[in-house]
């Protein structure tokens, strides 16, 4: 999770310009981390900017009836994308003048690159925020967004489909207490426009099995610390042809790595204590089972 509070002159309209979506973008693109799963910028008057790198965290979601869902398979560049997202809220009435918190939360395949999302999801909303002018099309008022919570979930069935869950309100959140609004990680295929989606936290590091990508040292810290533990091996697309769940002593996935490489390069290694939480996040991710290792054989249960 990335926190991106920008500071600004008192001199400086809060409402008019300094879209946040310029601030938050180039930090998010210069981060290159691929498991980002949640940006959120502020603005406010003050001397100094800051920016924070953290674990997400659960928090309680908006509530589901403020939740607009818009679903497309459109290119991100195109006049349909931004069709698409106009259309779910254009039953909706412009919210009053003042600060506006929004908060949008894509549900992606894993081609899709979510950043790139941002800008024409926000171009879009003039039903919402208001249109700058009236002839003026994808032009809305987002100048006036002081509270931008952006977060992503990867639906390995998705394809090219992307799900946005939209909330906007005119009441703050409480300093500290940041929202991480997601989208159930149904198929994008059942959603329809019309039918709001459970919300629910894009990324919680408590839940039972974690995954370690690009993190050989939290990896193999976890190991000493879980050796009764269960790990699954998978490839960084999810693909299951040579997925295996090992015990966690096993030696193909502990000590010295056969192939001289990370151990969470190519592979990911996800991480549970008990092997039924490993076998439901095999069924939650990648919808099918894992077979065990042929060399640990770990037990089941």
């Known amino acids: 999770m990335a926190t991106d509070n920008v500071g600004l002159p008192s001199s400086r309209d809060l409402l008019d310009a300094s879209d946040l979506d310029n601030y938050a973008y180039p930090l998010a693109k210069r981060l290159r981390d691929p498991d980002l799963v949640s940006v959120w910028c502020t603005k406010r008057h003050g001397e100094q900017s800051s920016v924070r790198i953290c674990a997400a965290r659960e928090v309680p979601a908006p509530e589901a009836s403020g939740v607009v869902v818009a679903t497309t398979a ?28 929004l908060e949008l939360s894509f549900v992606i395949g894993p081609r899709r ?63 500290g207490d940041q929202s991480s609004l997601g989208v159930s990680q149904r198929p994008v295929g059942d959603v329809v426009n019309d039918e709001p989606l459970d919300v629910l936290a894009v990324a919680d590091h408590s839940t039972p099995a974690h995954e370690f990508r690009d993190d050989d040292a939290g990896y193999l810290n976890w190991l000493a610390a879980n ?16 997925a295996r769940v090992h015990h966690a002593t096993c030696r193909t996935i502990s000590g010295q790595n056969p192939h001289n490489g990370p151990w969470t390069g190519a592979y990911v290694k996800v991480c549970a204590v008990k092997s039924a939480d490993a076998e439901e996040w095999a069924a939650n991710t990648v919808r099918m089972p894992i077979p065990p290792c042929g060399t640990c054989r770990p037990s089941c249960g």
């Open 113 to 175: 690159n979510w950043l790139n999302l941002w800008k024409p999801t926000i171009d879009a909303l003039d039903p919402l925020l208001g249109r700058t002018r009236p002839d003026r099309a994808w032009h809305p008022r987002d100048g006036r967004i002081t509270e931008l919570g952006l977060h992503c979930t990867v639906d390995q069935f998705a394809g090219n489909k992307v799900a946005v869950g939209i909330y906007a309100s005119t009441e703050p959140v409480t300093a």
């Open 227 to 242: 050796p009764e533990g269960f790990v699954v091996n998978i490839a960084r697309n999810y693909s299951v042809s040579t």
């Open 74 to 101: 459109a290119s991100a560049t195109s006049i349909a994308y931004k069709d698409a997202i106009h259309a779910a809220v254009s039953g909706a009435a412009v919210l009053p003048d003042g600060p506006v918190r």
